[in-house]
């Protein structure tokens, strides 16, 4: 594989979905210190928005590997894979956003991490040109 090849949107894409990744698999989203004592909690563990949150990021990476591959496979749905991406991220930034509005205290670097990540990698499908052509209507 030519690493040459890949464009700056791409590379982009690729960065957001490795932070996405590392928020949410590696980083805690909460932490809390007490004294000699501490608690971190995970995106997978803190409620159904998380879980959301980590389904988004495995369609990412989905994504992601599919156009970095040099010959693809068919996908069973009508979208190109920068398309897919684009509402990946768009959706799992959406959730890191309702989790953290739900529960705003004690937030860790993972969370942060998350969102920034989501909202680098659907810019980046973005930039590629991942865009929805709808039919227009005609009026004649």
């Given at each position: 594989?030519?690493?040459?090849?890949?464009?700056?949107?791409?590379?982009?894409?690729?960065?957001?979905?490795?932070?996405?990744?590392?928020?949410?698999?590696?980083?805690?989203?909460?932490?809390?210190?007490v004294?000699?004592?501490?608690?971190?909690?995970?995106?997978?563990?803190?409620?159904?928005?998380?879980?959301?949150?980590?389904?988004?990021?495995?369609?990412?990476?989905?994504?992601?590997?599919?156009?970095?591959?040099?010959?693809?496979?068919?996908?069973?749905?009508?979208?190109?894979?920068?398309?897919?991406?684009l509402?990946?991220?768009?959706?799992?930034?959406?959730?890191?956003?309702?989790?953290?509005?739900?529960?705003?205290?004690?937030?860790?670097?993972?969370?942060?991490?998350?969102?920034?990540?989501?909202?680098?990698?659907?810019?980046?499908?973005?930039?590629m040109?991942?865009?929805?052509?709808?039919?227009?209507?005609?009026?004649?």
């Open positions: 594989m030519d690493l040459s090849k890949i464009g700056t949107n791409l590379w982009i894409a690729i960065g957001g979905t490795v932070a996405v990744f590392l928020g949410i698999v590696v980083f805690a989203w909460y932490s809390v210190t004294g000699p004592f501490s608690a971190s909690v995970y995106a997978w563990d803190v409620n159904f928005v998380g879980k959301l949150a980590f389904l988004g990021m495995l369609v990412m990476i989905a994504a992601v590997v599919l156009m970095v591959l040099p010959n693809p496979p068919e996908l069973p749905v009508p979208f190109p894979p920068n398309v897919l991406l509402g990946a991220g768009a959706f799992t930034a959406l959730m890191v956003v309702i989790e953290f509005i739900d529960h705003h205290s004690y937030t860790s670097f993972g969370l942060y991490l998350s969102l920034v990540g989501a909202i680098a990698a659907a810019y980046g499908a973005y930039a040109g991942a865009r929805l052509n709808m039919p227009s209507g005609s009026s004649s």
